[in-house]
């Protein structure tokens, strides 16, 4: 092994620490609590190894809401690829609605990195990176079988996933009553997703 391919593991090591150690002081204590001075302090490397790394907060946000969608892809399609057969398109729809309703929920700092926060991400044009377009196709492929005719599986798509965030995003903000959650999405599939 060479020198220089040390090195760049090194490097994809720290990076891999930062964007870690980001995540996790942002999910204990929310992203105002993560400054490149904290960081510093949790990896114990100095503030100018981390802007080596990272410009500041945004893209390190950014890099937390790539990891995310990554992570979000492979939550829905586990679901929806475990659902039993007989329960059909809708059984998928639902599994798909709950494991991104829990992804909501379990990781609330990710989830804010990829929808609420400016990580310096292109979203829904040529450039939007990989992670983010496979997130939105995890959705597409389960939700295009149920579009119904004549109407865009696209569209769709982003209808029912803004139906998905405002349930994600009002729940966790306490505005909705949590004995409705399952009923929520009850109806949401069943009125939005016809099979």
């Known amino acids: 092994m060479s020198v220089q391919e040390r090195k760049e593991r090194e490097r994809a090591a720290r990076e891999r620490l930062i964007v870690a150690t980001a995540r996790e ?20 490397y100095s503030q100018p190894v981390l802007y080596s790394h990272f410009r500041g907060k945004r893209e390190i946000i950014g890099a937390v ?3 995310g969608a990554a992570e979000l892809a ?12 007989a329960d059909g398109p ?21 989830y804010d990195a990829l929808f609420q926060l400016d990580g310096g991400l292109a979203y829904a044009r040529d450039d939007t990176p990989a992670p983010l377009k496979d997130a939105f196709a995890s959705l597409l492929e389960t939700l295009a079988e149920v579009a119904g005719d004549g109407v865009d599986p696209g569209a769709f798509t982003e209808t029912f996933w803004a ?25 949401l599939v069943d009125r939005l997703a016809r099979v």
Do not use: K, M, N
């Open 25 to 44: 002081l942002a999910e204990e204590q929310g992203w105002d609590a993560v400054t490149t001075r904290r960081l510093a302090e949790r990896i114990e």
């Open 65 to 67: 809401a790539l990891e």
């Open 74 to 85: 492979a939550a829905v399609r586990s679901a929806t690829s475990a659902t039993p057969a």
């Open 90 to 110: 809708r059984g998928r729809v639902a599994a798909l609605a709950h494991a991104y309703l829990d992804f909501a929920a379990r990781h609330p700092a990710v």
């Open 163 to 187: 139906a998905l965030h405002g349930l994600a995003t009002l729940t966790r903000a306490g505005r909705l009553p949590p004995e409705y959650a399952a009923s929520r999405v009850e109806l």
